[in-house]
């Protein structure tokens, strides 16, 4: 039984929602904005279900006022969002747009004006597609072309916001983008996915010394999504296959940006897939971090083959063998997931025993996708408010046991694009009618406010 008395968190604990531009934005061709790989991908058919692309959105681009107006209502402390990359710079490189900057600029101006402490990150996946045209993550030039934009945010933003964010989840990207193909740009070689994972991390060195060379004082991390890998249910996985998910999915990101390696075991089993990282990289790669993103959603369930399975393998993990997922559990979010509080917990103590040099924890993603109507006016969401409740709990252990954690964001403000799954994925706070486009808060985000105001579960 879960304990579910009153717990606190530590004063100047910071609350906040996260969001992304393409799965918010809408406007996607406006104000000179360039296209992405995901504007790419969604007009492919057979990519996105039902056909949905990110063309309106939460039409947010054109609601910037009134979103943040909600935010505040909602007591949110700070707002965790990306830029889209194409949007300040239609190709990727070169030629600035105005219009584009000008729109974050607005909004950080509006996030302050409310007291809402902004947390911007530079890449959530959509690459512009004039990059994509010359290699995307695949070359090496993407890399310092990506340092250029870091450079020109700091510059023209950096002197309202200090907290940024290189990569969201450079493992997705370079995985589910360049392996299975189940996101943009869609590719299925995993070469491609295992040079894309390395560019990644290069371009997010280079871009934290672009952008220290440009200000001092910007309190500058990257996103990982880090989750345990466990066995459950027969037959059993054999453990060195464990070990290397454990390896693509957590210890490359970690060892590579704490401790300036790549996990030995798994260049071993990569071998010339890993051929992109040259002399001197990881030094790049390593640069001092002011603070580090963690998203969590659950833990890796996973079993060995049985006659039934196909050995084609499991994609996202190129050169594992004898593995596949756990069947989905009877309790599960509508994305299929487990619900695995006690993960959370497990995963931030381990990496703060293994990573003696970890620097400050922010939580920039939690939540969970449930699919409950507004019905006269109110949206009712027990099962969310649940699943935070656990997760908030499971924070405040890790913290207890001696985590630095400063802050956590809510993962959606309102429900969006969720990527290859379309709009029937609702993961908000807030319910949007993506006919009308109508938002409204569901309980969870009364609840929510409430444990900000109290800093902590009454
Ligand atoms: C994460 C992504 C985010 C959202 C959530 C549900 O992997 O960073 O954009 O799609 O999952």
């Given at each position: 039984m879960t304990d579910r008395s009153a717990i606190q968190f530590p004063d100047g604990f910071l609350w906040g929602a996260a969001t992304a531009s393409y799965q918010i934005e809408g406007a996607a061709l406006e104000g000179g904005r360039g296209k992405s790989v995901w504007d790419t991908f969604s007009h492919t058919e057979g990519k996105v279900a039902k056909g949905h692309t990110g063309d309106v959105a939460c039409d947010h681009y054109h609601r910037l006022d009134d979103d943040v107006a909600m935010m505040a209502d909602l007591g949110l402390q700070s707002y965790r969002f990306s830029i889209s990359w194409s949007r300040v710079m239609p190709d990727g490189r070169g030629a600035v747009n105005a219009v584009g900057l000008a729109f974050y600029q607005r909004l950080v101006d509006r996030l302050l004006e409310h007291g809402i402490t902004p947390c911007p990150t530079l890449f959530h996946w959509d690459l512009p597609q004039g990059l994509e045209d010359i290699g995307g993550f695949r070359s090496r030039d993407t890399v310092s072309w990506f340092g250029d934009y870091a450079a020109l945010m700091a510059r023209e933003l950096g002197d309202r916001v200090s907290m940024w964010s290189t990569f969201n989840e450079p493992w997705c990207y370079a995985y589910l983008g360049h392996?299975?193909?189940?996101?943009?740009?869609?590719l299925t070689d995993p070469a491609a996915a295992v040079a894309v994972a390395h560019h990644e991390l290069l371009a997010h060195g280079l871009a934290l010394r672009a952008m220290r060379a440009e200000r001092s004082g910007l309190q500058l991390g990257i996103v990982i999504n880090p989750s345990n890998v466990r066995q459950e249910g027969t037959p059993t996985a054999p453990p060195e296959q464990v070990r290397l998910i454990d390896a693509i999915h957590n210890r490359w990101w970690f060892d590579a940006t704490l401790r300036g390696e790549y996990p030995a075991d798994l260049l071993a089993s990569y071998g010339p897939l890993a051929d992109a990282i040259q002399p001197g990289d990881l030094e790049v790669i390593a640069q001092p971090l002011d603070w580090l993103g963690i998203n969590y959603y659950f833990d890796i369930l996973v079993r060995g083959l049985t006659?039934?399975?196909?050995?084609?393998?499991w994609l996202e993990y190129?050169?594992?063998?004898?593995v596949t997922e756990a069947p989905t559990r009877e309790v599960h979010t509508d994305m299929g997931w487990p619900i695995t509080p006690e993960g959370f917990t497990a995963l931030l103590v381990r990496l703060h025993t293994d990573y003696p040099n970890l620097p400050p924890i922010h939580i920039t993603e939690n939540g969970c996708a449930y699919d409950d109507p507004v019905v006269d006016g109110r949206c009712a969401d027990p099962r969310r408010i649940e699943y935070l409740d656990l997760h908030l709990r499971a924070l405040r252990d890790a913290m207890q046991q001696g985590v630095d954690v400063r802050g956590y964001y809510q993962w959606s403000l309102m429900d969006n694009f969720?990527?290859?799954?379309?709009?029937?994925k609702r993961f908000g706070l807030v319910h949007v009618d993506f006919d009308t486009l109508e938002r409204t808060p569901r309980d969870s985000a009364f609840w929510y406010r409430d444990v900000i105001a109290h800093n902590g579960i009454r």
């Open positions: 392996a299975s193909g189940r996101h943009a740009p869609g006659a039934d399975d196909s050995a084609d393998g190129p050169t594992v063998t004898g969720e990527w290859a799954l379309g709009y029937d």
